[in-house]
């Protein structure tokens, strides 16, 4: 008998045990989830953290709050969350310039991507475009690689994010030219100082990018991803243009912190999946060229690794000396 009630016990407690983790998913949030996004209000980063947020509060029970962080490349943000508690109340919105590029171009990175990270879900795909001032005298990367080489040291590109400075010196390197970086908190300080005849060229994100160019103060030389873009399908591509292997794709995601539950991080990730594939996200992602992508997070763990790789090998191309 005794053997019975206690087989019993072990049976309940086994059960009870079991049902945890179930009942911690269903538990969370239990109060308003911080979403840091690490670069200025107005991003392409920032555009798409608010667009998602504001759709998944509804079905978390619970306010998404966007705060801006910005400051070091992305590295200011990223960091404040890394040290956060691993529950899924503080994520941060990754790129990236945020999450691999710091390795190629810094000596020394204030966190490890991998190690210090729980990938959520990417959240949207970016184009990056070549800018100049609509009055530049350069109207193609032919022109303004013309101009540079005949007025060495003189002219300059903004450095708003780590991907730009990456793909920008890749430029530099496969045309012979030494277009000096200039660097921006993001890209609406850049593209101020571009319009004002402060800076030669600006690489941006088309998402941000766009108004500008609808606004008629910039043109768009290149695009600096591997594809055209349908948004600017007169608008060459670099390696069109002759530059080898010249592929610089963005994406935007988010992050929590290492430690994460699982269940915790693949709740957020269905809702996140769920809110930019509804039609009104995917209206105003593509109102702002951004592409409406999901990656859960296996899948986006995977994508950073192969992106490290590709990105500290393009760096030692381009012989980018680490500061």
Do not use: C
Not at 27 to 45: D, E, H
Not at 177 to 200: M, T, V
Not at 300 to 322: C, M, N, S, T
């Amino acid at each position: 008998m005794k053997k019975r009630v206690i087989w019993a016990a072990a049976a309940l407690a086994a059960a009870t045990l079991s049902a945890l983790p179930a009942q911690a998913q269903s538990a969370f949030p239990t109060r308003p989830i911080t979403l840091v996004v690490p670069f200025t209000p107005g991003s392409t980063s920032d555009i798409s953290a608010r667009l998602v947020a504001q759709k998944i509060a509804g079905p978390l029970g619970q306010p998404v709050v966007v705060e801006n962080r910005p400051g070091a490349n992305g590295q200011l943000g990223m960091q404040a969350v890394a040290r956060a508690a691993p529950d899924g109340h503080t994520l941060v919105v990754g790129s990236v310039s945020a999450t691999i590029v710091p390795t190629v171009i810094q000596k020394s990175v204030p966190f490890d991507i991998l190690k210090d990270f729980a990938p959520v879900s990417v959240i949207a795909g970016t184009t990056l475009v070549l800018l100049a001032a609509k009055e530049a005298p350069y109207n193609s990367v032919a022109e303004l690689v013309a101009a540079a080489k005949k007025a060495p040291g003189t002219m300059s590109y903004a450095n708003s994010a780590g991907l730009y400075r990456v793909s920008m010196e890749a430029l530099n390197l496969q045309a012979g030219i030494d277009l000096a970086p200039i660097a921006y908190k993001g890209p609406a300080e850049a593209a101020n100082d571009l319009i004002g005849g402060r800076l030669s060229v600006a690489p941006d994100s088309l998402g941000s990018a766009t108004r500008l160019i609808q606004a008629g103060r910039t043109k768009a030389l290149a695009v600096l991803s591997g594809r055209r873009s349908s948004a600017l399908p007169e608008v060459p591509t670099m390696q069109e243009l002759g530059y080898k292997d010249f592929d610089f794709n963005g994406w935007i995601s988010i992050l929590a912190p290492a430690g994460t539950p699982p269940a915790v991080l693949q709740r957020l990730h269905e809702e996140i999946a769920k809110a930019v594939a509804a039609d009104d996200v995917r209206q105003q992602y593509l109102a702002v060229a951004l592409d409406p992508v999901t990656m859960g997070p296996k899948e986006y763990r995977e994508l950073l690794e192969r992106e490290i790789a590709k990105y500290q090998r393009i760096g030692r191309d381009a012989r980018i000396e680490k500061q």
